[in-house]
């Protein structure tokens, strides 16, 4: 019933959640899987908010860190894929706004479901503050799971 | 991996794929299917707004009217798991606010994933105006898939 997953996978317990689900979704689907880390680019902001010498060289530094611990997010999700028994899965890490980066992606890889944790917040406050989930549900063309 | 899989459905064309999606995974998983119809219930609302004799009376006929639409709906549900091939399939109605009634009715059966349609709303537009799918992803205790 569906062919390729995209899981949202952020190192949080709720992604791990989602993560552990997406991963029974597409053993029992045959799907393949599709692993998503999206990490925020700061080099930009830290340039433009500082006339320092080296913000920019430290903004490039804040963001070679951030990409090594995406990149390190994605290898764990992927592995426990691995380790499930579940060989069709790829990850990747994207920079960028995550909702968006993330319905993105799943159009780009051709998902035809999206799997993500939910805030972890009780009832209403995850409501009202309007999480990651709630943008992707709210923007996505397929499915979405909310773990 | 799932068990028991509540399906809101109200007659809508969002809610025919969520619906479909529901028995294919209700299917896949060996999981029994509850089918919910939410109806609103108007008679005290009716009834306070008017002191004309009859209101009251009036409001038992329209609640009965929406009780049969609902009934319908759940019955139409139920009929399509079964065509389907899902004879483990359960049709209930209920009166109350849509996603908090989903969410009650879903822990009272035990069910261990909510089956909800977006609102078919583009976009931006379904987010911003807080659908009953957001509501019911910012209140269940269980995953929730928004098809």
Do not use: W
């Not at 406050?125 to 943008?135: A, N, P, Q, W």
């Amino acid at each position: 019933m569906f062919h390729k997953i995209l899981v949202a996978y952020d190192g949080s317990k709720g992604a791990e959640r989602a993560l552990d689900k997406a991963i029974e979704m597409a053993r029992l689907t045959g799907a393949e899987l599709v692993v998503l880390t999206v990490y925020r680019h700061h080099s930009m902001l830290e340039a433009s908010l500082s006339m320092v010498r080296g913000a920019v060289e430290r903004g490039r530094n804040l963001d070679s860190a951030m990409r090594d611990v995406a990149r390190e997010a994605a290898d764990f999700a992927k592995q426990r894929a691995l380790t499930a028994g579940h060989d069709k899965v790829k990850a990747f890490i994207r920079t960028g706004q995550p909702a968006r980066t993330i319905i993105a992606t799943g159009r780009e890889k051709g998902c035809d479901l999206i799997v993500v944790g939910s805030r972890g917040l009780g009832a209403t406050e995850g409501y009202l503050l309007g999480s990651v989930s709630h943008k992707v549900t709210g923007l996505a063309d397929c499915p979405v799971m909310v773990v």
